[in-house]
């Protein structure tokens, strides 16, 4: 059993706290709204904090998963941040989709401060954190990685370390990068299926027996036709993920002509009102120039 914290508690962190108090781990939680934090005690065992720094006191491993760079800033590096209550040789485990220069900014940071970090942005979801069967990819030291390893267990079907400090928010770029052009792809397929008087869901099923299969295939075809887009990831949130892919690309001169089509293609539907529709809601803009 571990002392853990876990800093954040959204729609990915509160399931993911409640897999590590569920494994027998002894956990504290820090939630900006403390009525969230209320009802996550209320559902685990475990101790609430009244800021990160008094959640990071006396705790071994620091997991945090907030909504950008600069809340991840705030709640690291303020007066009453976790890297201020966090004892030496304890370990900052963040697994916000930020930048990998915020990364390598904390790490500096910790290292300065006797304290150990790692980038591990998580892909699989909501119902993955619930499932605890989400993929997290992480950058850092792999000492450190071998530490943490056995408690990310609590809610990872798949963990790698992918290089130095960093590199875990790179690859999570890789991956947004890849379902934006997945789920584009998709959209147009059910639309032209649509369009050619077939019966599209017939075609998905068969299709995804073949070359053509993939998880947004799968988990999405059915929901995009219905129309049904109140759940799953964010548009507003994948343009963010956007905005960190095309910064870094503009650092590293990578061509990214497909993402910046699809970003301004979340942008039209977030134009209709579909700031919190589910990534896979790019069919809507399809269907309003038939």
């Given amino acids: 059993m571990a002392r853990v914290a876990f800093i954040g508690l959204g729609a990915m962190g509160y399931p993911m706290a409640g897999h590590l108090a569920r494994n027998g781990h002894a956990v504290t939680v820090y939630n900006r709204t403390a009525a969230t934090a209320q009802q996550w005690l209320q559902e685990y065992s475990g101790r609430i904090a009244q800021t990160p720094a008094q959640a990071a006191a006396d705790a071994e491993f620091v997991m945090c998963c907030v909504g950008n760079d600069d809340d991840l800033r705030a709640v690291t590096l303020a007066s009453d941040g976790a890297f201020a209550g966090m004892s030496a040789g304890s370990v900052f485990v963040d697994h916000t989709t930020a930048s990998a220069q915020v990364a390598k900014q904390l790490a500096d940071e910790a290292q300065q401060r006797g304290l150990a970090f790692l980038d591990a942005p998580v892909s699989g979801g909501q119902l993955g954190a619930q499932n605890g069967v989400l993929t997290i990819m992480l950058g850092g030291a792999a000492e450190v990685y071998e530490r943490v390893a056995p408690i990310l267990q609590s809610y990872a079907r798949m963990q790698r370390l992918m290089g130095g400090v960093g590199s875990g928010q790179l690859t999570k770029m890789v991956n947004q990068i ?19 008087g077939l019966d599209a869901e017939a075609a998905m099923q068969v299709i995804s027996k073949g070359a053509a299969q993939s998880w947004q295939l799968e988990n999405r075809y059915q929901t995009m036709l219905a129309g049904e887009f109140d759940f799953g990831f964010a548009v507003e949130w994948m343009r963010k993920d956007f905005a960190i892919v095309f910064d870094e690309a503009r650092r590293n001169g990578a061509s990214l002509p497909v993402t910046a089509l699809v970003d301004q293609f979340y942008a039209e539907v977030e ?20």
Wanted: aromatic share 6%; hydrophobic share 40%; net charge positive.
């Fill in 178 to 196: 890849c379902i934006g052009g997945l789920l584009q792809g998709l959209s147009e397929a059910l639309h032209f299926a649509q369009s050619a």
């Fill in 271 to 290: 134009a209709m009102g579909g700031q919190r529709w589910d990534t896979s809601s790019l069919i809507t803009r399809l269907k309003t120039k038939r």
